[in-house]
Every structure is written in structure tokens, then in C-alpha cells.
């Protein structure tokens, strides 16, 4: 083989690709949180969380809630009922007379014994009704306050590193927050079969009692066990599944098809997605075996116990220390004991099981519900000046600060472009003069009024912002220009804030003018280009008319037409607003009243263009020579 073989070999055979990060949970408040959950923390804190979902239940379907607590007690009453009638009939049948008179004697018992089991099931299905009514309610409410309190909690929580595994960990809990009504109902229903066993068990020898309780225990602790090992697997592949997930989404969304296929991904993709999930299947196999000894071990030492009661039993029956009717009767009552008393402890082991996940579910909304939003509540007016009076932000997962004690004025009328290499902190920057985030150090005032002191949904009414990460919101086109914004019964500021943009000609061509459908990975619908729907993202914001208007590399994906009409519009609006524009393109600075040049999240330079542009050695002269230089 001669080595120009061998290079194309090793070009047309690339080597495997290396193996998929490991991603641990590593929520900061949670990373060993797992540590600390014993099954003493989860049965301390249970108490509190089931009764935080009951209360839940409660407000949410009052008349289903009562419907399946009133069914559940009557059904267990009945259950009861039957089974001590059944153990009272099993006297009689035994006795000494004739068959026929002992089934006469029995009878009265063996009616009772049919009318009640009927009744426990009549009742059994009305508190399933009940309950299919009120879980579906509840999961709907866990998630809408768990929905409601990430919307209102400050951005910084939201960075706060490992903020998305907690809040995989809360979505599971969420759903298993129904399962709290249903455990606690088979719990309810177990305890009252026991009430009706222990009627039988009364003729009973006191030595059976604690061998039964023994007999049981066992399997209850091996499933509070077996729980905790499924918990410690789903924890553990908690970040796997949120890469597994977006690896999916990235594999599999026609958004990324391109990117994906023409840069030869496609087999690195789906090599990621097989390694993530046979890596979370391996710790799921792994956890088989420990589950199956566990449960082997607790079933071994039951039914050891359950052999030791029987054997009690025979043996006084047999010594004569119980009659034979009493031994029959003491056979039905214990298998029901040890039936409902076994049906009691795993159903407590249930909802201790389900309790870890409410754990999460209920730490999540502690933490996201303390970082909630606590700004004042003063309302502003469109401000005349905001000012950023010596502002830093440091991001909680760095050291560094994004935005580094910067001071500035901005006024109404005024057109500010603000440059800087990347990572400079100019978006850091926009999101403080909107509020979206508030200062660690320094403050920002609109006109007299601090940022932190004034309502955060009556600033945003006066915002609007164009993100270089802009939503293609899968509605119609009209929803894509008014979103956020009070309807108005008619189009034509929908048709202004589209003339602004340019796009008139693009929606008259959907096949349902404002009306059609951009949704078509979702519902069908049209689909648009990069640019036209960076037109929609700028017609959103200039529709709002707002008092402070942000765009950040608003004109990134549009033709020279395009770019020169939203400048134009920006020009001809300008008196009302304060507008910042956030731009890579030095070009388009022109067009601004003042610049600022970031740099390591402070103002370095500030001037017109002309003046940056002529002063040697500036950065701003430096970088806008190198966007000449092709
Ligand atoms: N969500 C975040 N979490 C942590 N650090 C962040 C986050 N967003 C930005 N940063 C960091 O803050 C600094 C400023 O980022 P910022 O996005 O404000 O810069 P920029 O000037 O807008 O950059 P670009 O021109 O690339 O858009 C950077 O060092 C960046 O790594």
C-alpha cells in the first residue's frame, strides 16, 4: 500500500467519535441532595407534602374530593363488613348440628357477607370516578404553579447552574403528584380491610398478632427499598435525559436538518443519542439485580414469618388450644389481615416512593418561588432618561462580571448604537436598562425612579426588544406581529408595523394573508425565510411603539432593501422613543446620535462616528478598519 493509499483510507474511514460528556446532576442546592434523602427525611417531610396536594385536591374539584373520600370510607366500611361477616359465618358452618341447619344458621352472616361485598364494589368505583376526576385537575395545577413560579422568578435564577436538571427533576414529580391521591386512597381502603380482619382476629391466640405484623414489614421496608434504588436511577440519568433530549430535537427537527446533514453529523448525532441511551439503560439494568435481592430478600424473610404464623396456628388447633370453628375462622381473618395489612404497607411505601419525587418538585418550587420577582410596585411612564449609574452584573455561574460598574444616560429622542467584540457584555447591558435583570451593584433609574423599585410587567409595557435569538413564534402571521401586545379590533397598526419592515409583499403572498398559519413543524402552515421572519421579530417590537426600544443585531439576516427600511422607520420614529441598537456591522452606526464601545463590560470609547472614527488607535477605528478590510 503506497501512503497516498493510506491517507485515503484514514480520509474515507475517520476515526469513531470520541464518546458523549458524561452530564451529572449538578444542580447546586440538589447535587447531593440524594445523600440526604433518607427514608426518615422523606417519611419526616411527607406529612407536609401530602397534605400540601390534598389541600390542592381540595380547591381544585371540592365535590370530586368528597365524592371519593365519602365512596373510599363507605367502601371500606363495607369491605369490612364483609369480611367480619365472613369469618362470623365460618362458625356456624363449622359447628357440630347437620349441614343443613348449619348453613340455615350461617345464612343471616353469608347475606350480610354478599350485600356488603356488593356495596364495597358499588362504592369501590365511585371513588375511582371521584378519582379519575380529580387527577387530572390536580397534575394540571401542580404544573400551572409550577409553570407561574419559573415565569416569575428573576432571570439569575434561571441561570443559576443546574436550574434545568432541578426543573427535569420538578417535571417528574409534577406528574407524579396524581399518584399522591390514588396511594393515599389504597392506603385509606388497606387500613379499613384491617379494621374488618381484626374483628376475626379478636378470637385469635395474642402470640399470632406481632407474627403477623412480621410477616408483612418485611415486604413494605423491600419496597421502600426497591423505591429508593428506582429514585437513585432516575437520578442519575436526569442530566443524560435532558442531553438525550435535545440531542433528539437536534437530530430530528427539520430547524437543524441542513446544518445537521451538509456537515456530516448525522452519523456523530446518532452515535450520541445510542451512547446516552445505552449508558442511562446500563444503570437501569444495573439496578435490576439490587432491586430483585431486595425484593427476594424481604419476600424470604415474610413469607419466613407468614410459615411461622401458619405453623402457630395448626399447632393450636391441633393441641387443642383453639377449637376447630375458631382455627376455620382465624384462617379467613388472617388471610385477610395479612392481605390488607400487606396492601397497607405497600401502598405507605408508594407514597413515601412518590414523596422523593415531590421532594423535588416541592424543593424546586421553594427555590424558583424565593427567587420570585420582589420589585416595587410603582408604575412608570414612558421615561424621558434611563440612566445606569455605575451598574455591574456578574452571571451566578462567574467570577467575572458581565457588565462591570458602567455608568450612562440615555434620552428620548436619541438613536445609541453600542459596539463591542463578543462577549463585550452588550446584551448583558440591554437586559439591565429593560429591567429584565437588575443590577448586583450600581443601580438603573427610568427618569427618578430605580429599576428594582417599579413593576416589572408595567416597565415591560413600555419596552420593546428585538434579541439576536429572536422567537419564530409557531402562530399566525398576525399573532407574530401583535403578540404580547392588547387586540385591537382591527389591522391597520398590524399593517403600519408590517409596511415599517417591509414585509407587505411577503404576507400578501401566504395563502392566507395575516390569517395564515407559521407553525408548519407543529400544525402545517407556511414557512418563511431567515430574514423575513427577523422582519417580524423587528414588526413586533416597532408595533408595541414602545418608549424603549432595544434591537440587538436587528438586521443580522436581511438584504440591504430590508436593513435600509427599518432604519428608515427607526430615523422617522426616534423623537418618541429611546432606541439602542446593539450591531456587529460598524456601518450602520452611522445612523446613531452617539456610540458607545464596550469593551470586558465597560464603556471604553464613546463619540459620533465620525469622531471614533478619527481618533488613532481607538477600537472602534481598529475594528471598523478590519470590517473594510476584505
Ligand atoms: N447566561 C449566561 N450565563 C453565564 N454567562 C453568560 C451568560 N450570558 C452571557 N454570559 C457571559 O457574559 C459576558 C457578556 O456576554 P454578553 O452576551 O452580554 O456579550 P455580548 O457583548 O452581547 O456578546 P456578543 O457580541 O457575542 O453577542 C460573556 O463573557 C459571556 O460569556
Request: contains cysteine.
Amino acid at each position: 500500500m503506497t501512503t497516498s493509499d493510506s491517507t485515503n483510507t484514514s480520509a474515507t474511514t475517520p476515526p469513531p467519535p470520541p464518546p458523549p460528556a458524561d452530564l451529572r446532576f449538578e444542580a447546586k442546592d440538589v447535587a447531593n441532595r440524594l445523600a440526604g434523602i433518607t427514608v426518615r427525611t422523606v417519611v419526616r417531610r411527607l406529612p407536609a407534602a401530602v397534605w400540601w396536594t390534598l389541600k390542592m385536591a381540595w380547591r381544585v374539584d371540592r365535590p370530586a374530593v368528597l365524592l371519593l373520600g365519602v365512596c373510599q370510607l363507605a367502601a371500606g366500611v363495607a369491605q369490612a363488613v364483609a369480611l367480619a361477616a365472613t369469618a362470623r359465618a365460618m362458625g356456624p358452618l363449622l359447628g357440630g348440628a347437620d349441614a343443613a341447619s348449619r348453613i340455615d344458621a350461617a345464612l343471616p352472616a353469608l347475606a350480610v357477607m354478599v350485600a356488603a361485598a356488593a356495596v364495597a364494589r358499588v362504592f369501590t368505583v365511585l371513588a375511582a370516578y371521584g378519582s379519575g376526576r380529580v387527577t387530572p385537575k390536580l397534575t394540571t395545577e401542580a404544573d400551572t404553579r409550577f409553570v407561574e413560579t419559573v415565569c416569575r422568578a428573576e432571570l439569575t435564577a434561571m441561570e443559576e447552574p443546574g436550574f434545568h436538571d432541578a426543573q427535569t427533576a420538578a417535571k417528574a414529580g409534577v406528574q407524579r403528584t396524581a399518584n399522591v391521591v390514588t396511594d393515599v386512597q389504597r392506603c385509606m381502603s388497606a387500613l379499613m380491610q384491617i379494621t374488618g380482619a381484626m374483628g376475626a382476629l379478636t378470637v385469635l391466640h395474642p402470640v399470632l398478632l406481632p407474627l403477623i405484623v412480621l410477616a408483612v414489614v418485611p415486604a413494605g421496608v423491600g419496597e421502600i427499598v426497591a423505591a429508593r434504588i428506582s429514585y437513585r436511577t432516575h437520578y442519575l440519568n436526569i442530566g443524560d435525559q435532558n442531553v438525550r433530549h435535545m440531542v433528539r430535537w437536534w437530530a430530528t427537527t427539520p430547524k437543524h436538518a441542513t446544518e445537521v446533514r451538509a456537515n456530516g453529523m448525522t452519523d456523530y448525532v446518532r452515535y450520541w443519542y445510542a451512547a446516552i441511551s445505552r449508558r442511562m439503560d446500563a444503570r437501569t439494568i444495573a439496578a435490576a439485580p439490587r432491586t430483585a435481592r431486595t425484593v427476594l430478600a424481604a419476600s424470604a424473610v415474610g413469607g419466613l414469618f407468614q410459615t411461622l404464623t401458619w405453623g402457630v396456628l395448626a399447632y393450636l388447633a391441633t393441641h387443642g388450644h383453639i377449637g376447630l370453628a375458631v382455627a376455620a375462622t382465624a384462617v379467613v381473618g388472617l388471610r385477610a389481615v395479612i392481605a390488607s395489612l400487606g396492601n397497607a404497607v405497600s401502598y405507605a411505601a408508594n407514597v413515601l416512593n412518590t414523596g422523593m419525587y415531590l421532594e423535588d418538585l416541592h424543593s424546586f418550587l421553594d427555590r424558583t418561588g424565593r427567587a420570585a420577582q420582589q420589585r416595587g410596585t410603582r408604575l412608570p411612564d414612558a421615561p424621558r432618561e434611563v440612566r445606569v449609574d455605575n451598574a455591574s452584573y456578574t452571571y451566578p455561574s462567574k467570577d467575572r462580571p458581565a457588565v462591570d460598574g458602567l455608568s450612562l444616560t440615555l434620552t428620548r429622542g436619541e438613536v445609541v448604537a453600542v459596539v463591542g467584540v463578543n462577549g463585550a457584555g452588550k446584551s448583558t447591558l440591554m437586559n439591565l436598562i429593560t429591567a429584565v435583570t437588575l443590577p448586583d451593584k450600581g443601580r438603573v433609574l427610568w427618569d427618578a425612579a430605580e429599576t428594582r423599585a417599579l413593576d416589572a410587567d408595567a416597565v415591560w409595557r413600555h419596552t420593546g426588544v428585538v434579541t439576536q435569538d429572536f422567537a419564530k413564534w409557531p402562530l399566525r402571521a398576525r399573532e407574530n406581529v401583535t403578540q404580547g401586545q392588547p387586540r385591537t379590533d382591527h389591522d391597520d397598526p398590524v399593517w403600519e408595523a408590517v409596511d415599517q419592515v417591509g414585509l407587505r409583499e411577503a404576507v400578501d403572498e401566504l395563502p392566507h394573508g395575516l390569517d395564515t398559519l407559521l407553525a408548519r413543524e407543529y400544525f402545517g402552515g407556511s414557512e418563511l425565510s431567515g430574514g423575513q421572519w427577523q422582519r417580524f421579530a423587528c414588526a413586533r417590537a416597532l408595533y408595541r411603539k414602545p418608549a424603549v426600544l432595544i434591537l440587538d443585531e436587528p438586521t443580522s439576516q436581511l438584504d440591504a432593501r430590508g436593513e435600509h427600511q427599518i432604519f428608515t422607520a427607526l430615523r422617522q420614529q426616534r423623537r418618541d422613543r429611546i432606541t439602542v441598537i446593539v450591531t456587529h456591522r460598524l456601518d450602520n452606526t452611522r445612523l446613531a446620535d452617539r456610540i458607545l464601545v464596550l469593551d470586558h463590560g465597560r464603556i471604553v470609547e464613546q463619540g459620533t462616528f465620525d469622531e471614533l472614527r478619527a481618533t488613532p488607535g481607538s477600537l472602534f477605528a481598529e475594528l471598523y478598519d478590519l470590517s473594510q478590510d476584505r
